[in-house]
């Protein structure tokens, strides 16, 4: 994805972190530059990953990466159906007009058999999770940007990464 995703933590962090209202927060998220906030939040993510996968054994390294990704960009998914897209214009806008509640609703099926497959019952843990993150996401992008963006799911997408390697991490060590 060319880092795609990483650059949206980097910018969310730059505009959640430096941002005084809604305007200025999505024109630092728009900016290129990454700023303090955007380059500790790349710090630790980084971190995060390196060390989750440092503790698994290298057998089940695969197996990790593979749901954290189907699971991450699930968890965008409910996000892009609940929330109006923040800017008048944009290609996560676009996605967002053609999603329904079906699709969600397979993309979460999906997820959940590879999570089964993958971790067994400590798979089925990351369900109730995947549901907090996604509230949690829903309130902090209504609050702070009245909808949300592609760096919006972008991030949101890098946490669901992390939450999955963080619950895979604690059930096989």
Same mark, same amino acid.
């Given at each position: 994805?060319?880092? &795609? ?6 910018? *969310?962090?730059d505009? @959640? ?17 990454? !700023?303090?906030? !955007? ?5 630790? *993510? ?8 440092? %503790? ?8 990790? +990466?593979?749901l954290? #990704?189907?699971?991450?960009?699930? *968890? ?6 609940? +929330?109006?897209?923040?800017?008048? %214009?944009? *290609?996560? !806008?676009?996605?967002?007009?053609? @999603?329904?509640?079906?699709r ?11 999570a ?8 089925? &843990? ?12 829903v309130? @902090?992008?209504?609050?702070?940007? !009245? ?5 919006g ?9 992390? +939450?999955? &390697? &963080?619950? @895979?991490?604690?059930?096989w #060590?």
């Open positions: 994805t060319g880092a &795609l995703h990483d650059d949206a933590v980097a910018d *969310v962090a505009g @959640l972190g430096g941002g005084r209202d809604t305007a200025s927060r999505l024109r630092i998220m728009k900016d290129s530059a990454v !700023g303090a906030y !955007g380059a500790l939040a790349l710090i630790l *993510v980084t971190l995060m990953r390196a060390a989750c996968l440092w %503790e698994l054994p290298l057998v089940q390294w695969v197996p990790a +990466l593979v954290a #990704h189907a699971l991450g960009r699930t *968890v965008m998914l409910p996000v892009m159906r609940v +929330l109006p897209y923040a800017r008048s %214009e944009g *290609v996560a !806008g676009e996605l967002m007009a053609g @999603l329904d509640w079906r969600v609703g397979l993309s979460a099926g999906i997820c959940t058999v590879i089964l497959a993958a971790a067994g019952w400590w798979g089925l &843990l990351l369900v109730p999770l995947a549901v907090g993150l996604v509230v949690g996401f309130r @902090l992008y209504r609050a702070q940007l !009245g909808g949300v963006t592609g760096d799911l972008g991030a949101v997408c890098i946490a669901g990464e992390l +939450l999955t &390697l &963080l619950v @895979l991490t604690a059930a #060590h």
